[in-house]
């Protein structure tokens, strides 16, 4: 079964900080591009971050540049590390997946369900 699995995400005060992962299994071919967005109730999903599993090529979006950070391991899970959190970061992160390698948003189309974070004042 095709599946990208997220975890990590929780509840904390700003400031603090969280690792979220994603692990995908099941898929017989690559998946060249990963990524992390986000969506906060009434707005549209947001791109976080990127990386092409092969090149190691990376993006981030400036909105969360100098505090997020996508990596990955070997085994096909890509991680988020989120530091200085604010209120504002509150969402739904999901992980997606794009085949293609071109890491552009239209292209993602493998998606995880999802883990909430939720940052307190």
């Known amino acids: 079964q095709e599946q990208l699995v997220e975890s990590g995400g929780d509840s904390v005060q700003a400031g603090g900080s969280l690792k979220l992962s994603c692990r995908a299994s099941?898929?017989?071919?690559?998946?060249?591009?990963m990524g992390w967005f986000r969506q906060a109730p009434g707005k549209e999903r947001e791109g976080l971050a990127s990386i092409h599993t092969t090149l190691g090529t990376r993006w981030t979006a400036d909105a969360v540049k100098g505090r997020f950070t996508i990596s990955q391991h070997a085994n096909h899970t890509v991680y988020l590390q989120m530091n200085n959190l604010k209120p504002k970061d509150t969402a739904m992160y999901s992980c997606?997946?794009?085949?293609?390698?071109?890491?552009?948003?239209?292209?993602?189309?493998?998606w995880g369900q999802g883990t909430q974070v939720t940052v307190s004042p």
């Open positions: 997606a997946a794009d085949p293609t390698g071109l890491c552009v948003r239209s292209r993602f189309d493998y």
């Open positions: 099941g898929y017989s071919h690559n998946l060249y591009c």
